[in-house]
């Protein structure tokens, strides 16, 4: 079954921007969404934002203005672009694919790439 490998994160003082990258093992055409979610320690994993087949996007208020999901079909490819962080999105990302229903493709999950917001 496909794979989702996530990449991108880092240590990076608030203010900073970092781009997330999401690479699939087959088409993300497949499915009807994609997402990125985060978790925080001790916290639930949460949606932050959606990009569908179609290319619609929604995020959640904590993120809108400040972070960009985008795909590149031909590369299978999911990205978020995160701008002005803060301490507060210190988490690991995690990305997977959304049924047509909204809820996450569990069984995809990667392995996560891990965001540190800190001077």
């Known amino acids: 079954q496909v794979q989702f490998v996530e990449s991108g994160g880092g240590l990076v003082q608030p203010g900073g921007s970092l781009r997330l990258s999401c690479a699939a093992s087959?088409?993300?055409?497949?499915?009807?969404?994609m997402g990125w979610y985060r978790q925080a320690p001790e916290k639930q994993r949460r949606l932050i934002a959606g990009i569908t087949r179609g290319g619609s996007t929604s995020y959640v208020d904590s993120v809108r203005g400040r972070f960009t999901i985008s795909r590149d079909n031909a590369k299978n490819t999911v990205y978020l672009q995160m701008n002005s962080l803060k301490p507060e999105d210190t988490a690991g990302y995690y990305c997977t694919a959304l049924t047509a229903n909204g809820r996450p493709r569990e069984d995809l999950w990667g392995q996560g790439t891990q965001v540190t917001v800190s001077s």
């Open positions: 087959e088409s993300i055409d497949t499915f009807p969404a």
